[in-house]
């Protein structure tokens, strides 16, 4: 389960931190809001096609940060299998640069994920 979402520097958001619960989230708001934004950055943290467009104007990268919670056990024996420690939460970041964009997996203890400090992974 997707728990939490930091984004810096995507399209016109400077930084944000969005947190899930387990059960029903839903995302409201105004047009233009960033709605979308957050949909398309979840797109992007679990591997979709993105583009350097998405990097906020005047930025050098933008950063996705998302900690997942709950994981299947089935994922963690393929995480392990990989030659990932076992661990009950898993942390994705992906960073975008008008020149390229990277994507990086780290499974970290609970006692070092919280989201507030995902940039200490």
Same mark, same amino acid.
């Given at each position: 389960?997707l728990?939490? =979402?930091?984004?810096?520097?995507v399209?016109?958001? /400077?930084?944000?931190?969005?947190?899930? /619960?387990?059960?029903?989230n839903?995302?409201? #708001?105004?047009?233009?809001?960033?709605?979308?934004?957050?949909?398309?950055?979840?797109?992007a943290?679990? #591997?979709n096609?993105?583009?350097?467009? =998405? &990097?906020?104007?005047?930025?050098s990268?933008?950063?996705?940060?998302?900690?997942?919670a /709950?994981?299947?056990? &089935?994922?963690?024996?393929?995480?392990?299998?990989? #030659?990932?420690e076992?661990?009950?939460?898993? =942390?994705?970041?992906?960073?975008?640069?008008?020149?390229?964009?990277?994507?990086?997996?780290?499974?970290?203890?609970?006692?070092?994920?919280?989201?507030?400090?995902?940039?200490? &992974?």
């Amino acid at each position: 389960m997707l728990s939490c =979402l930091q984004i810096e520097n995507v399209a016109v958001i /400077q930084k944000a931190e969005v947190h899930f /619960q387990p059960g029903l989230n839903v995302l409201t #708001g105004e047009t233009g809001a960033g709605k979308s934004i957050l949909i398309d950055s979840i797109n992007a943290i679990l #591997g979709n096609r993105t583009s350097k467009d =998405l &990097v906020r104007t005047g930025a050098s990268k933008a950063v996705i940060r998302a900690s997942f919670a /709950q994981i299947p056990d &089935v994922v963690l024996d393929k995480l392990e299998a990989a #030659g990932y420690e076992r661990s009950a939460e898993l =942390l994705l970041s992906r960073e975008i640069t008008a020149e390229r964009a990277a994507a990086g997996s780290t499974v970290c203890p609970p006692r070092r994920l919280c989201c507030g400090s995902c940039a200490e &992974v």
